[in-house]
């Protein structure tokens, strides 16, 4: 790779990877001369937006990496057929940047980097508690820096109790609540009713009162603030769901001739029970009137 072309031309960054900020270039330099002298010690990792191929059962050969003109390339051979999806990059951004500075970092290495790379999938946990587990050790962070971090863990999952994220991001479970009560007058995540603590137990978000105590009188939100907390959680969750449903019809997508391999029955049953999950009934895939067919 010639010295006018970053890595970042090559390689995409997940955007859970920027909760972190880069270092400096003389902490950079350093790293960099250090890894020219050690070697790297620590892979880089990708994201993959789909299962693992073990989950694919029968037939997976072989899992690699490669890298052409623009992008990092996943090549899961399965039998005879290659299911082929570009990765970004998750836990890395430094190492590249320290060798590119020092000068280490040519095709020859960044072909021997990819055999030695992580992959992070997407059954594995968001690629934010990734991040966030990877990196909170290594970094010195400010104040506000960390509020980004637990900002970002609370809305990759409200109802991650307020202990369990304070573990996550090594912060006090006070500091959590706190961010969380801001987010949730902001709108910006969800006021859930549930929250799973660590143990992976289902707790009620609010505790009940002692006995004897009196409850403070509700204080009911003008209307136009309880509309914006309504709309703001319908985003919320049209977005999750959006992203699900498109990361299933990637898989599929890519997965066409397994699929056809499903008998025709047991496809009918899983896709009955898609549309009852969503609350569509076959009628409500009829075309509407004036509405053409799909």
Known sequence: ????????????????????????????????????????????????????????????????????????????????????????????????????????????RLGALLKQAKIHWLDEGSPEEFVISANIHRRHLAAEQKREVIGSLLKANPARSDNATAKLAKVSDKTVTAVRREMEGRSEIPNVATRTDAAGRRQPSRKSLSPGTTPSPPHEAPAQARDKAIAGFSTVLHQQLAKTLDDLVRILGNERSRVAEIPLQKRVVIARGYLHTLGVSLDDLRPIDGEDAP
């Open 1 to 108: 790779m010639s010295a006018a072309v970053s890595w970042r031309d090559r390689i995409a960054v997940h955007q859970a990877a920027e909760l972190f900020p880069m270092m400096d270039e003389a902490e950079l330099r350093v790293l960099g001369n250090d890894i020219r002298k050690n070697g790297l010690k620590q892979p880089i990792t990708f994201y993959a937006p789909h299962i693992r191929p073990d989950a694919l059962q029968h037939g997976v050969k072989a899992v690699t990496l490669s890298i052409n003109k623009e992008a990092v390339i996943l090549s899961i051979n399965i039998e005879k057929k290659k299911a082929l999806c570009e990765l970004e990059l998750l836990d890395g951004r430094n190492r590249l940047a320290a060798m590119q500075l020092v000068g280490v970092l040519d095709d020859v």
